[in-house]
């Protein structure tokens, strides 16, 4: 059974302060690891597709890396605008296989 | 391009009561999935469609829940009868697996109250 968690449940930075969002996963053959964007009374907002250990991607202040087992979204110098809930899903390769499995995510607060 | 359109985004209904949520797809994904977000269990796939079929119902609760797509522009969730454990927020995503990416789009979600 494919498992994705995710560290910490929540976390608070100060403005400009850098961090970073782990994911950690088991899936049975990786097609592709997926980080999503929530913000409150919406629906997940897709960020990025990772699908190789190695592989990095880049959006603003946000960068997402790849390995074997797990996965970081590292946020640099990040603004209040960037408070949001972000979640972590791998998709397993095999035909047929679309599903996503998602871990609970992240709660992100940045702190004017 | 409009995304994926979800309708009520509010239901408030009465335990016993039948509930229908409607989703209507990105224009050109073949793909559909019905998945119900709580504070408890967060994101949870409960079905999905390919070109229209459903390929893996195993996430549906038990047969108060059924789902359709009748064709490649809409889909029902239903719920018969609703109770108040079914309160949650349901997301309609939708996908393309002919260009070889597999992101799921999500539209707005449905906030579900059974009291």
């Not at chain 1, 560290?7 to 999503?36: D, H, I, K, M």
């Amino acid at each position: 059974e494919d498992q994705v968690t995710q560290s910490p449940e929540a976390l608070r930075l100060q403005e400009g302060e850098s961090s970073s969002l782990n994911c950690s996963y088991t899936v049975s053959g990786l097609r592709g690891l997926f980080w999503y964007r929530q913000d409150p009374g919406k629906g997940p907002e897709f960020l990025f597709t990772l699908y190789s250990a190695g592989e990095e991607k880049e959006k603003e202040r946000l960068k997402a890396t790849l390995t074997k087992k797990e996965s970081f979204l590292h946020i640099t110098a990040p603004k209040p605008e960037d408070s949001a809930t972000y979640l972590c899903a791998v998709q397993a390769s095999g035909a047929g296989s679309y599903q996503l499995t998602f871990g609970k995510g992240t709660k992100l607060s940045v702190i004017p | 391009d409009a995304g994926v359109i979800q309708s009520p985004r509010h239901e408030v209904t009465e335990m016993g009561q039948e509930v229908t949520l409607r989703c209507k797809p990105i224009s050109g994904h073949n793909s559909l999935f019905w998945y119900r977000q709580t504070m408890m269990r967060g994101l949870e796939l409960l079905i999905y469609f390919n070109n229209n079929v459903p390929i893996d119902d195993s996430g549906m609760p038990e047969d108060r829940f059924s789902a359709k797509m009748p064709n490649a522009s809409f889909s029902t969730l239903k719920i018969q009868p609703s109770e108040p454990r079914d309160s949650a927020v349901y997301f309609c995503a939708s996908s393309s697996s002919y260009r070889g990416t597999y992101e799921q789009y999500f539209g707005p979600g449905t906030r579900l109250t059974v009291t």
